[in-house]
């Protein structure tokens, strides 16, 4: 059994998931990147599958996240309540520290 991984955010906490592109296989959505959402769960730790998608072992294991975002952030023309949320589940990786929101 590999190393035992701590999550570095917690429910509640903002985010800001990572700007810019990575080749290949990745599952962070593009209009995700650089956008503010909030932690809502801490899902638990898994094999990367940005390397298991190329064979690889997925090792050393991420944190994966439950994070909510505002659709009206995501989405200029929404034509909803801008407060809408969609979630993602997104992994440690592709988040830092956000502003907030």
Known sequence: MGRRVTARFAPGDPVRVRPGAKPGHVRTPDYLKGKDGKIERVLGA???PED???GLSGEPERVLY???FSQGE???DYGGPAE???YAD???HWLEPGGGK
């Open 46 to 48: 898994f094999p990367n």
């Open 52 to 54: 298991l998608a190329y």
């Open 66 to 68: 439950k994070v909510g």
């Open 74 to 76: 995501l989405w200029p």
């Open 84 to 86: 809408d949320p969609l």
């Open 90 to 92: 997104v992994y440690e």
